[in-house]
């Protein structure tokens, strides 16, 4: 168990809907990193968030969002959901930046199916 | 822009013997951080070992080692003993050290699926 924790595990919806992911980090980590894991593309970055501020854009679609709260935890926002957007969604955690190279500790994913 | 190839998308080994998954990757920066994770049939993304490139020693966990060849940007994994529940997917990653590029991401390879016989 990383520590990182994601709800729902499994989502299934239709095209067209928008879904939300949370993501809970690790006590005491201060970024969420967001990846999409699909069978065409690999595991890609999306987003990351530091302490609340978005720090780094990947290859994150128009139709997502993401927010930190001051909690720490983190939402990822998916609409206008087409087939393709089916993936597993991990967020990670590390203490810092990303500066340090510290080590990013992955959640056990949300798979999304979308019909 | 960093890449990581694993030129591997299979391998097999017996239970008990020793495999070696190959990565290599492209950089122009010389601090950075490489990572093997492994992904089991559950999903669940565990890292296995890391490394910084300002060592020159390589790093080793257990019945896990590296062997990191800067120079020739390589970056392979030795598992040493298999077991039956390495049977997974690994995947090389590369992480910038320098603040202000890739803001600390992770850049995966493909991945390489481990299958141990018994």
């Known amino acids: 168990d990383s520590g990182v924790t994601q709800t729902p595990k499994h989502l299934i919806t239709a095209t067209g809907q928008r879904v939300t992911l949370r993501c809970s980090p690790r006590?005491?980590?201060?970024?969420v990193y967001w990846y999409q894991q699909s069978l065409d593309q690999g595991l890609q970055f999306l987003i990351h968030?530091?302490?609340?501020?978005?720090?780094a854009k990947g290859n994150i679609l128009e139709r997502f969002s993401a927010q930190q709260f001051p909690d720490l935890h983190s939402e990822l926002n998916l609409s206008s959901l087409e087939l393709g957007d089916s993936a597993l969604y991990f967020c990670?955690?590390?203490?810092?930046?990303?500066?340090?190279?510290?080590?990013?500790?992955f959640g056990p994913g949300t798979r999304l199916l979308v019909l | 822009a960093q890449t990581v190839t694993q030129s591997q998308p299979e391998m097999s080994v017996q239970e008990a013997e020793t495999v070696t998954l190959s990565c290599t990757y492209d950089?122009?920066?010389?601090?950075?951080?490489l990572f093997w994770y492994k992904q089991p049939p559950s999903r669940q993304m565990i890292l296995v070992i890391r490394?910084?490139?300002?060592?020159?020693q390589n790093a080793t966990e257990n019945r896990f080692s590296v062997n990191f060849q800067k120079a020739a940007k390589s970056f392979s994994l030795k598992i040493s003993d298999s077991q039956l529940g390495d049977a997974a997917m690994y995947f090389c990653?590369?992480?910038?050290?320098?603040?202000?590029?890739?803001?600390?991401?992770?850049?995966f390879g493909k991945g390489t699926k481990l299958s141990v016989k018994p």
């Open positions: 990670a955690s590390s203490v810092a930046s990303g500066i340090l190279g510290e080590t990013q500790y």
């Open positions: 006590s005491g980590d201060l970024s």
């Open positions: 968030y530091y302490n609340g501020e978005e720090r």
């Open positions: 950089t122009s920066e010389s601090d950075y951080y």
């Open positions: 490394q910084e490139a300002y060592k020159q």
């Open positions: 990653a590369y992480r910038s050290g320098t603040y202000g590029g890739s803001q600390g991401n992770l850049i």
